[in-house]
């Protein structure tokens, strides 16, 4: 299956400003007359986001496996991918994603420890196969992330799952992250994360301006 359009995802440790930082380059990407799609995983449909709620904020007696968490994740991706990311593609526009399967091989493979050449299966399978064409992992250090996090207004200092884990479990995220970088890094541009957000943004422009050449 052949499209036109770009499709570039934003990871990163909690706290990084993927969300901002994808606000801000949505803008200046429409700014230059692009049709721009802005989405999320887990999430981007209906059914997604049903998913997405599972695996947030699921509580009770009954334990969420590891292996469950993944196959959720991987569920929802084929929804998103199919429903949205593909046909938005197909069209010429360009479709930014707070998250995508990254974020899977760093927290359900590096973080749960999960075999990694299995979740590069699944991601594949589950997105298509369908790859980035560039991705801007937004790094900082795990502390500074947790700092950033915990003074979000919307969250008002509630954690999800995710967010709730120790901080040996988001070191290892990270380092998940930044192994990605080092085996693809045509794919993949680090971003550092701490400054000002216009700073940020300054930084993501730079790779974005490569990618449109």
């Known amino acids: 299956m052949s499209d036109s359009g770009k499709f570039i995802t934003f990871e990163g440790p909690e706290g990084a400003g993927k969300s901002t930082q994808l606000k801000m380059c949505a803008e200046l990407l429409r700014s230059r007359g692009f049709e721009v799609v802005t989405t999320r995983e887990p999430g981007g449909t209906p059914l997604a ?12 007696s009954e334990v969420l496996h590891s292996e469950t968490e993944l196959l959720l994740m991987e569920a929802a991706r084929s929804q998103h991918v199919h429903e949205v990311i593909l046909p938005a593609l197909e069209r010429g526009a360009v479709v930014l994603c707070d998250r995508f399967y990254d974020s899977t091989t760093a927290y359900q493979g590096a973080a749960r420890s999960i075999d990694c050449q299995l979740i590069a299966q699944l991601n594949l399978f589950a997105a298509a196969y369908r790859k980035p064409d560039l991705t801007l992992l937004m790094d900082l250090p795990v502390e500074s992330g947790f700092a950033r996090a915990g003074r979000r207004q919307e969250t008002a200092g509630v954690y999800d799952r995710f967010e709730a884990e120790n901080i040996n479990f988001h070191t290892r995220v990270r380092e998940g992250f930044l192994a990605i970088a080092q085996t693809e890094p045509q794919r993949v541009r680090v971003i550092d994360a701490e400054g000002t957000p216009q700073e940020v943004s300054e930084r993501v422009r730079r790779a974005v301006d490569e990618l449109f050449g």
């Open 49 to 60: 986001e049903e998913l997405r709620t599972i695996l947030k904020t699921h509580k009770g």
